[in-house]
């Protein structure tokens, strides 16, 4: 039975860089990447083009060396050894959190222990080497030491993510690092805690350091591959280096999960990216509903649309990575309180059940062999999957609704939360600074930011584009949900990126299997407003009765 269709009647949203209308969210493609070439008109489809993602320009990063990032920590690793490291391999290596946590009652290791087993593997595997995957930008010089911290401390485990590490997504602001979003330009960007960061630390979690990312999200370049950042370099995928793709932006939170690296990660999403770089890795990716998560002190695209969210190996250690990253900021202009309190997404996962929930199915993906497979397994569960047409909407302006946001956004984040020696603010300054050493700044071009800083929309046609793109995105989800009684919509990897974007409605990706190629792939839940406990107890119950996903055959 073929696993793999020479042709999928869908357009891949392999980043932020989003479809911009229905005829192009129908577009056929090939095994090469699939991008939009956002210099040109929305309505124009010849901006669509296919390019390899294996012609790249820059593999290593040329600002930064594997000697660099390991030389405060390597003299503080060295009573752990190549033994110790076997030895706890069989109990880490894709354990999830709750498992890793009673290892640690048991006496089988510590939160050191484990800290020092994820910094080994990524010294091991990451860079400089016929393995490397390029997906760590940094390391947290004080991680070791916090971790004899929770050591000191064990008897106040109070969640589930206490003492875990953690990697973030290198444009999220953590203390003793540098934010770099991997840009040059922001190289020295040491800022204080982000909001979101606050909250992992508050419930105890470890900050292991950041991972690498598709440079400003993706909303830079225009062409170039995803996974690419002129600090971290380019990232590659642990099933297949230089063959399959990582996705975008959220590359190495995606990629460093997948091969072990951490815990888990946290990734950032304005459409796509992180439901592409989870799908395309084999691990579970969150896109909350925006506004639940904060994004203060998170280098920007768009305050409409951004969010962060938790990217994991399993469906369990999302929900207790969302549960300690929620809350209300009231610096942030969409923040949302909830009012939950600690252990809402993950206390009762295990009793979920998906007897008579209604999952619509676009007809048009029966094509894909695996998501028919992934059907046939909710089924099973007691799900009623019902076939349904996708509404004939489009996503007008959206690039503009981008460029509009960044242009604003941007000298906001760095007035508020950037380091205050910089000098650069808005996007001018930036490609000026990029231009003075182009082949280090910007080997892809910066076709996009010259898009931004060219577009001329007022704050009045931002206020349009808005309440269009999201009563489309809404509607687009809510006809059929509310005509055939549905509780999700089910997609593939981030083909519907762009109208759960704008819907600002959450998107749950969780492993569903392998093409022939070896390319993973994702069964993608989407459902209303607040529904991430329902899309967590959904995907649970699929991953449990599938157990899809696969550890990368080269990292065991």
Sequence with gaps: MTRYLPILVVLFIFSCKSNVNSDEARTPISESETVIDNTKTDDDLSAISTKDFREFKVLD???????????TINPLMEDFKEADYNRLKPMVLESDMMTLQKHIADGKFNYEQLTKFYLYRIRKFDRENDLSLNSVISINPNVINEAKEKDDNANNLGHPIYGMPILLKDNINAANMVTTAGAAALKDNKTDDAFLTKQLKSKGALILGKANLSEWAYFFCGDCPSGYSAIGGQTLNPYGRRIIDTGGSSSGSGVSVSANFAAAAIGSETSGSILSPASSNSVVGLKPTIGLVSRSGVVPISSTLDTAGPMT??????????????GPDTSDSKTIDARLDNGFYYEKLKNASLKGKRFGAPKRLLQDTLFVE???VLKKQGAIIVEIEEEELGLPNFLRLLNLDMKKDLPSYMESYANKDIPMRTIEDFMAYNLKDSLTSMP???NLFKGI?????????LERIQDTLKLNGQQFFDKPMRSQKLDAFLSINNYHAGFAAVAEYPALTVPMGYQDNGRPMGLTFISGRLQEKFLLEWAYVYEQAS???IAPKDYN
Excluded: C, H, P
């Design 61 to 71: 990063s040329k600002l930064i060396t594997k000697a660099e990032i390991w030389q």
């Design 374 to 376: 992934a059907l046939d």
């Design 547 to 549: 157990k899809e996903r």
């Design 453 to 461: 800083s060219d577009d001329k929309g007022d704050a009045q046609f």
């Design 444 to 446: 892809y071009g910066q």
């Design 313 to 326: 190996k399993t469906v369990m250690d999302n929900a207790i990575l969302l549960d300690a990253i929620f």
